[in-house]
DNA sequence: TTTT
DNA sequence: TTTT
């Protein structure tokens, strides 16, 4: 667990939706969540006002990700803290692709939600509702990574890039294995 | 120049390689460079201590994309603040591709070289040796962005991704339109 | 405004109190606000629930100090980042005093309401409320720094040290004068 | 060890002088450094060079206080990233005094040396010249805070504070005692 | 896709 | 002195 270098990210940030929750062989969970930031900045030849949101990947593991999949809903702000890391994967023409995520985990990850009074998820009764989730019909353990991710693949299809299988699986907040 | 939200990373490694500097039309500098951080630690199931580098693309601007031309080299070590940037290109199929980069720039960009007395290139007599950045023989108001990439894209190939031009080109340090 | 080092502080959390805002000689504004980060634990020992709240003195300069008089108020929750300072006072026995603050100034610092819908002062006809804030009643000009700290002396005391003057004035925002 | 808000100091820069290592009665280890940050700017009155040097008091224990006292040095360069404390001590006159520090510990704590090869401390067989750090005469376990504090007055007093006993021991590495 |  |  040692290191060589800083890489460090920050983010402070609204979710473009739900977060995703899977789990993987080992159980341990996985939250997949978009967060936003924005910039916006008078444009010096037109003088409009105007606004560009970068939009980031973020994964969280572990006890983070439990968290995150009970509390963090569409629109929630949330402060986060990881690492950049890009994973290489094979499109359908099985073309090498790259894609950047920030890593939430372990030791040096952080995740807060921000804004107060339950601006997130119920966290009453309603928890039935929640079932598109970490398939809550069939006991975690059962939930490994491969099928989840042929599912996504179209929807993901129109957005970035598919969802690559962690072939490698990051570690776990228990694990000793690093990303 | 407002902004909604925090997209902070923080960077502390070693370029894989040369910065390359390009000019955009408006004159301003791009520093493309490299950085590498890793992780070690000792595997649970084999014993064995393993490493895994990560490897940053981090594009500098404006003064500092110059003092990164100037002074970085291959191996050196910097510390890097900048914003996570994905951009949209096309890939010679004209299929849509993604990359992100740290983005170092304006008045939240931070470059700081590390390790102190001259680990990067001489300060003195050889900035002659310079020539194949910034295409000294032309002004650099010439030099402008496209045909530049064409150039790094066979090499970039093997890499991770090629070089997209900056269509909507990043803020020079004196400019007021953002990334 | 070159550096040597690299020195930033970034804290998320609440406000004790409203900010206090004074005007420097030059009319730059400075708010001084409080934010408390607290850390939560079991007891290994007595295997109770324990807390300890961090309490952080937080300088902020020219826009940035009048967005804050004009939004912050007691129980904002604030995204700040900036730098720490340590300034020499003496005391009213005239012994070298110091304080640690973290000033939040010019192109690198940072500030950003979290918590999204109006949870800061109204933003609309309750100005007036604001009224022993920078001294409406006279032009911000006349405010002067020092008398001011006279009269927070007194309760200061009771804190944990007097608020010292500005004798080499931090930079306002169009200044060149660093801290 | 849950938290509410952020507490975050990154410093880069260069100790002011060689590392002051005692050992808590736990046996846990403390390492005191000094570390410098400066900042240079041209007066725009005086059109002169000018420059300010910060000084930041850190404290880092457990594991990253033995690898501090063994490698760096008055002049090694160094990241540390840990958070910001204030604590109240009594001086000469029994009048309440505060001090803040970075501490540098546990999950969140970082230290890192840069500047690469052997800026710091001799890796060979010098490492008998460390016995004025703790003490190796006596073992870790003998050594209590108190009497090396006694020592440590008359120096520091010419400084900024006294160092305070660590009434309430900051939590070592492997405690679940927080600061 | 978020938020203001 | 805040917040949960």
Known sequence: MA????????????????????YM??????????IATSESWRDKATGEQREKTEWHRVA????????????LRKGSQVYVEGQLQT?????QSGQ??????????????????????GQGAPAGGQQQQQGNWGQPQQPAQQNNFAPQQQQQAPQQQAQQAPQPQYN???MDFDDDIPF
Chains 1, 2, 3, 4 share one sequence.
């Open 3 to 22: 290191s060589r270098g800083i890489n460090k990210v920050i983010l402070v940030g609204n979710l473009g939706q739900d977060p995703e929750i899977r």
């Open 25 to 34: 062989p080992s159980g341990g969970a996985v939250a997949n969540i978009t």
């Open 60 to 71: 969280l593991f572990g006890k983070l990700a439990e968290v995150a999949g009970e509390y």
């Open 87 to 91: 994973r290489k994967w094979q499109d």
């Open 96 to 117: 090498d692709r790259f894609t950047t995520e920030v890593v939430v985990q372990g030791f040096n990850g952080v995740m807060q939600m921000l804004g107060g009074r």
């Open 168 to 170: 490698e699986p990051p």
